[in-house]
Each structure stands twice: as structure tokens, then as C-alpha cells.
């Protein structure tokens, strides 16, 4: 998964954090604000808001697309990816944001963040992508590991099986550097996630499921909290 992404983050971050820009032609200033449209619509839907106070992870931070609007909101973000050139892009990026901790993960847990730390957890197009789906319920039960109690999570995961299999086209386009490379691979590709697993692996977690947005489509949106003050 670090390599797939490092490789995608230095042949065009900007599209393969956010696929609706143009490939190697990015509108900067709509990418910065469709992170924040986003950040919002995907709160909205799992019934969460982020606090003055709050310590959040942006999980699979990218180049810091959501972890900008984060970090005007919340206390604190921490931000983290399994792509060290990710990272270094997003730092660069962002070097003005004085809340975020730039963490790089290791593809399968929140192992640099500690037990019942932080107040959130919010992810966006990241589960997505991810080919084994029990790596994204591992990551559930990391979320669970990491909550405060009162603590939330905002995320979306992929519940139609369709979008994963592999498409016709564009070979010889990527081939000569005119279309985007490794959309066949299994790390773009990704993997859905059982709703009926995912509300299991929360419950063993700890975790009590608030809202499920769009169950069987694509953007399917989870809101989970721990129990307590």
C-alpha cells in the first residue's frame, strides 16, 4: 500500500486524492474547497460535529485536503498516512497549521496514536481503496481502541461490489504517461465491507453504530461513538 501510493502521490497527488480534478491539470483552489464541502457533507450525514477542543485523526490524510478544515475547527489533528511522499507534500502544503501532527501510519492500524486518546476519528474516501476488507474492520476496531468515551467517529467505506472489479480502457493511455496509472491494481481497486461485519466488529469494539447514510451504494457514510461522558 506505501509504495501504490508513494508511486500515484509523485505522478499526480492532486488526482489521486480527489479523482474529479483533471488528471495532471489540478484546480487547486476547487480541490481545497471541495475538502472542506466534503468534510462537511460527510459529518451531516453521520449526525457528528467537531468541538473547539477536540483532538481528531484524519485517517488517510492525503495531502491534508480535510485536515485543513479540521484544524480550523477542532484543538487538535492528527493527521495520518501510510504514504511517507504523501506526507511530505501535505507538510509542505500545510506548513501554516500549528494543530497537526503529521503521522505516518502503517496501512492496517492507528499504531502511533494511544489508547483512548482523541475525541474522533474521520476518514473519507480511504476505505474505499483498501483491497481486504478486513483490514478496513481492523481499522473499526483501532477506532475503538483510540476513542475516549463520548468519543465519535465519521467514515465511508464502500458497500457496492460493483465499483471494485476491474474496467476495460485506458491501458495504453497510462502505458504513455497520458491517463492515470494503476487504476487496475487491487490497492485503487479497493474492496466493499459488510455492513453486517462492520456493525459486529464495532460492537466487540466497544463502539455503538449512531447512523448508517446510503447502505449498498459506493459513499456509504458510518457514524459510530463510544459510550460514556
Known amino acids: 500500500m506505501a509504495r501504490f501510493w508513494d508511486a500515484r502521490a509523485r505522478e499526480d497527488a492532486w488526482y489521486f486524492v480527489d479523482n474529479r480534478l483533471q488528471y495532471r491539470r489540478p484546480d487547486v483552489a476547487r480541490f481545497w474547497a471541495d475538502g472542506e464541502a466534503d468534510l462537511d457533507r460527510l459529518l451531516a450525514a453521520a ?55 503529521w503521522l505516518q501510519g502503517r496501512g492496517e492500524d492507528l499504531a502511533p496514536i494511544a489508547d483512548r486518546s482523541v475525541d474522533a476519528v474521520v476518514s473519507h474516501v480511504v476505505f474505499q481503496h483498501i483491497p481486504d476488507p478486513s483490514i478496513t474492520l481492523g481499522y473499526v476496531r483501532e477506532i475503538g481502541r483510540v476513542l475516549r468515551p463520548g468519543g465519535w467517529a465519521a467514515f465511508q467505506v464502500s458497500t457496492d461490489a460493483r465499483i471494485h472489479r476491474p474496467r476495460g480502457g485506458r491501458r495504453v493511455g497510462a502505458l504513455l504517461r497520458r491517463s492515470p496509472r494503476g487504476q487496475r491494481a487491487p490497492q485503487w481497486l479497493g474492496s466493499p465491507v459488510d455492513l453486517d461485519a462492520l456493525r459486529g466488529v464495532a460492537a466487540d469494539a466497544g463502539l455503538r453504530v449512531e447512523r448508517i447514510a446510503n447502505p449498498g451504494e459506493q459513499h456509504c457514510v458510518v457514524g459510530l461513538r463510544r459510550p460514556g461522558v
Open 47 to 101: 449526525g457528528m460535529a467537531v468541538r473547539p477542543g477536540d483532538v481528531v485523526v484524519d485517517l488517510g490524510c492525503g495531502l491534508g485536503r480535510l485536515t485543513r478544515p479540521l484544524a480550523a475547527r477542532a484543538g487538535a489533528v492528527h493527521a495520518l498516512d501510510v504514504s511517507a511522499e504523501m506526507l511530505r507534500r501535505a507538510r509542505e502544503l500545510n506548513a501554516h497549521l500549528a494543530n497537526v501532527t
